[in-house]
């Protein structure tokens, strides 16, 4: 079946500095992205969303880039805060289910280092 | 205050018991959906429900039963069936037809012994 991939399970970025997570998907005809934030013990909470026909949208510190000819999608979190610590979950949307299930990559866990 | 509630946070239950996690919602939202998360690894679907009186298997609906009789309730159970019943247990609603974001509860911890 499809999956949703991450490059790296972990991440270690100084606070302050900008980070990247990476994302790598399967499926060419998904048409919906979204960022996830998941604290220790916590349910996963919304970022910031993209539709397939869009290259890049931009949220409060945060943006998000879909190349779809490379299937890569990314997030970039600008001036880490130790809050950013967590990890991030990307999901996909397949077209034409008939319904709206996601399907979630593994994670990058994001740590900052004051 | 809008949202999704799952009780209890903590659930301890032994071999051969059948055990039923809460989900409740708010949110006037159509679609939920239950998910397992076992640690190091991202969220794998159980079952999920568009729409009151229907629900359908998701990837791994083997030992979970489920019923969705109210809009705003869709309780989960975990049967003696299942083979690893332990882990972190995540309940999310959605708008439905268009609306594809995802809103998650807090989860369940479930400790099987």
């Known amino acids: 079946g499809e999956s949703v991939g991450l490059h790296l399970p972990t991440l270690s970025v100084q606070e302050g500095d900008n980070s990247i997570i990476n994302c790598a998907y399967s499926n060419s005809a998904s048409d919906y992205f979204i960022w996830y934030k998941q604290e220790s013990g916590k349910g996963p909470q919304f970022i910031i969303d993209?539709?397939?026909?869009?290259d890049k949208r931009q949220g409060q510190r945060v943006t998000v880039l879909l190349n779809k000819t490379v299937k890569h999608l990314s997030l970039q979190i600008a001036a880490t805060q130790p809050g950013d610590s967590a990890v991030y979950f990307c999901?996909?949307?397949?077209?034409?289910?008939?319904?709206?299930?996601?399907?979630f990559g593994t994670g990058t866990r994001l740590t900052i280092i004051p | 205050d809008g949202g999704i509630t799952q009780s209890p946070k903590y659930l301890f239950r032994k071999e051969g018991q059948n055990v039923t996690l809460s989900c409740e919602q708010n949110?006037?939202?159509?679609?939920m959906y239950w998910y397992r998360q076992d640690p190091g690894q991202g969220l794998r679907l159980i079952y999920y429900s568009q729409i009151v009186n229907d629900f359908q298997k998701g990837d791994i609906a083997e030992g979970y039963s489920v019923s969705r009789e109210k809009k705003e309730s869709f309780p989960l159970t975990v049967t003696s069936a299942q083979k690893n019943p332990t882990a972190f247990y995540l309940c999310?609603?959605?708008?439905?037809?268009?609306?594809?974001?995802?809103?998650f509860g807090p989860g369940t911890r479930l400790t099987v012994t």
């Open positions: 993209i539709r397939s026909n869009m």
């Open positions: 949110l006037n939202h159509d679609a």
């Open positions: 999901a996909e949307k397949p077209p034409n289910f008939g319904n709206e299930k996601l399907t």
């Open positions: 999310a609603s959605s708008r439905g037809t268009g609306g594809f974001e995802q809103y």
